[in-house]
């Protein structure tokens, strides 16, 4: 028992072609969004993960900096210590100054 299939008018193929192409575009539209919306995904991974880089950079840079700086901060601690004592007054009384300890003999070169 077979069933006898009717035949397809020219309107009923019109409208499954028809059908079968707007199904088409929709799922081509679908595909579309999705890809485009990775392709965002994708675009703004990279960028972040460049910035990343870049900041990771910087900071690498700015910690070496703070190292070079305290570096420097504990040198000149020490100068400021040294200046505030008692040897480099009298360093600079002898040397700058000329002056002598009572009781001490200077000696004179002569030949110059």
Same mark, same amino acid.
């Given at each position: 028992?077979?069933?006898?299939?009717?035949?397809?008018?020219?309107?009923?193929?019109?409208?499954?072609?028809?059908?079968?192409?707007?199904?088409? @575009?929709?799922?081509g539209?679908?595909?579309?969004?999705?890809?485009?919306?990775?392709?965002?995904?994708?675009?703004?991974?990279?960028?972040?993960?460049g910035?990343?880089?870049?900041?990771?950079?910087?900071?690498? %840079?700015?910690?070496?900096? @703070?190292?070079?700086?305290?570096?420097?901060?504990?040198?000149?601690?020490?100068?400021?210590?040294?200046?505030?004592s %008692?040897?480099?007054?009298?360093?600079?009384?002898?040397?700058?100054?000329?002056?002598?300890?009572?009781?001490?003999?200077?000696?004179?070169?002569? %030949?110059?």
């Amino acid at each position: 028992m077979e069933t006898e299939q009717k035949p397809i008018t020219p309107q009923q193929e019109k409208r499954r072609r028809r059908k079968k192409r707007e199904s088409s @575009i929709v799922l081509g539209l679908y595909i579309t969004f999705w890809v485009a919306i990775l392709v965002g995904f994708i675009v703004l991974f990279v960028y972040q993960a460049g910035v990343y880089n870049e900041r990771q950079a910087r900071l690498t %840079d700015l910690n070496a900096q @703070i190292e070079v700086a305290q570096i420097e901060n504990e040198r000149l601690r020490i100068q400021i210590e040294f200046f505030d004592s %008692d040897a480099y007054v009298e360093y600079l009384a002898r040397s700058i100054l000329g002056m002598v300890r009572p009781h001490e003999i200077v000696f004179y070169n002569v %030949d110059y």
